[in-house]
């Protein structure tokens, strides 16, 4: 996968978790939950639904890799969807 297409998953779902909220206005190094108003199931809820949709296993202990857009974005890219 290129990384506009992780890109893309990564924001689609991110509108799926918080449909009131613009993913593309998310600031890419801060926080996934504070910007997006989200609790902790929710998080939950977006590591397994990209890890649904990459085919790309995240382990519990890189969730925290995973807390903002570039900090996914990078993992996915790492863990081999790219």
């Known amino acids: 996968m ?7 998953v990564l ?15 998310v600031d890419p ?3 996934l939950r504070e910007e997006l108003d989200i609790d902790s199931m929710d998080f939950l809820n977006l590591i ?4 649904k949709r990459l085919k790309v ?3 519990e202990a890189d969730y ?3 807390a903002t857009v570039n900090g996914a974005l990078g993992y996915l890219a790492r ?4």
């Open 11 to 25: 924001f689609e779902e991110l509108g799926n978790i918080a449909p009131e909220a613009d993913p593309a206005a």
């Open 48 to 51: 397994i639904a990209l890890h």
């Open 2 to 8: 290129t990384p506009d297409e992780i890109k893309r």
């Open 79 to 82: 863990a081999g969807t790219a």
């Open 57 to 59: 296993e995240i382990p």
């Open 64 to 66: 925290a890799r995973l």
């Open 29 to 31: 190094d801060a926080d």
